[in-house]
């Protein structure tokens, strides 16, 4: 006699194991996902930083000062939407916000103490805050 297909123990075999590969597939690709995201806002913080201490530079060395809507400009530029779950959104010329998924870190621009050049800081204790600036639990 000649099989013409599969019987019903090989399919429910077959998707079981589909099923038990899936379950682990699903949530390291949501990890992955996450990752890229604060990769791309550490990309967004860094170039923040940047654009900050050139702009300041540029400012110092004219003798004028930087203006909160000048620097909100060049700010507004780095801006990316909540499309998938990861954001980095400009409040104002002194607070940012970057996000992924529902979990959010507020940084505030400040002036360095030492240079008085303006710089990004946020709550350390923060584990989203502590991802992007690379800093090991306190």
Do not use: W
């Amino acid at each position: 006699m000649k099989r013409a297909g599969f019987n019903m123990i090989e399919l429910v075999f077959v998707i079981v194991i589909v099923g038990i590969l899936t379950a682990i597939a699903i949530p390291r690709l949501s990890v992955s996902r996450d990752d890229a995201c604060i990769a791309r806002l550490r990309a967004n913080l860094s170039e923040t930083e940047t654009i900050l201490s050139r702009e300041y530079t540029k400012k110092f060395l004219q003798g004028t000062q930087l203006s909160g809507t000048e620097l909100l400009n060049h700010l507004k530029t780095l801006e990316s939407g909540n499309s998938d779950g990861c954001s980095f959104v400009v409040n104002s010329s002194t607070s940012v916000t970057a996000s992924v998924r529902s979990i959010n870190v507020n940084l505030q621009v400040t002036n360095n103490a030492t240079t008085k050049s303006p710089t990004l800081t946020c709550d350390a204790n923060n584990d989203l805050c502590r991802k992007l600036t690379g800093k090991a639990k306190p």
